[in-house]
């Protein structure tokens, strides 16, 4: 069974640091990798989208890394704004990208 | 190009219940897929619906039901409902299974609160 891990639960930084989200899976065989954005009370906003043959992906100031081989993502924010305060989620695809499994999420604030 | 949509925003029920939630897919899209987000959590997956089949189901009992409609737009439907489905509940529509780039988008949610 497929389970999705993400640490840490939560993190606080300053404005202006560059930061890191991990997310972990237990079975390499996934299709695909998603990383979201959730804003409270609302529905996930798709940053980036990692194919299973690929190894990152880039959007602004977002980069995303899959290192299938041993179960990890990783999402980096350049330069963090306060806009960018949120809960972030992993997501992989499995059973040929049909159904999505995610992890608990990292809820992100970033201070003034 | 118009985004997913859910209706309604949000709904209270009493236990036992019955609901239907209803989602309209992404222009272009003909597959929709629907979770569970219970407060704190990440969304579960309950079914997808592929020209108005079932195309893979969860961990969900059968008072968990869902129809697709030609125009690819789909209702999910909880019977007998329980305080334990108390929930956000979302829509994500895509292009059809297995295409290459699988990008799933969601819908805003609905807030379901059972009493």
């Known amino acids: 069974k497929q389970e999705v891990t993400q640490i840490p639960a939560a993190l606080s930084v300053p404005e202006g640091e560059n930061l890191v989200l991990n997310c972990s899976f237990t079975?390499?065989?996934?299709?695909?990798l998603q990383w979201f954005r959730q804003d409270p009370g609302k529905g996930l906003t798709s940053l980036l989208l990692i194919q299973s043959s690929q190894r990152e992906q880039t959007s602004g100031r977002l980069n995303a890394s899959l290192d299938k081989s041993s179960g990890r993502s990783t999402l980096y924010i350049a330069a963090s704004q306060p806009g960018d305060s949120a809960t972030y989620l992993c997501?992989?695809?499995?059973?040929?990208?049909?159904?999505?499994?995610f992890g608990q999420g990292t809820r992100l604030t970033i201070n003034p | 190009e118009t985004g997913v949509t859910q209706s309604p925003t949000h709904l209270i029920k009493t236990r036992g219940q019955q609901v239907t939630l209803r989602c309209s897919s992404q222009s272009g899209h003909n597959t929709v897929s629907w979770y569970q987000q219970a407060l704190g959590q990440g969304p579960q997956f309950i079914f997808q619906y592929y020209r108005e089949e079932e195309n893979g189901r969860g961990n969900f009992p059968p008072r968990f039901s869902g129809l697709q409609f030609p125009n690819y737009s789909s209702e999910l439907n909880v019977n007998a409902l329980e305080l334990d489905d108390s929930a956000l509940y979302l829509c994500?529509?895509?292009?059809?299974?297995?295409?290459?780039?699988?990008?799933?988008?969601f819908g805003p949610g609905t807030r379901l609160t059972v009493t």
């Open positions: 997501a992989v695809g499995i059973q040929g990208a049909q159904k999505l499994v």
């Open positions: 079975d390499s065989a996934i299709y695909n």
């Open positions: 994500a529509s895509t292009g059809a299974p297995g295409t290459p780039f699988y990008e799933q988008y």
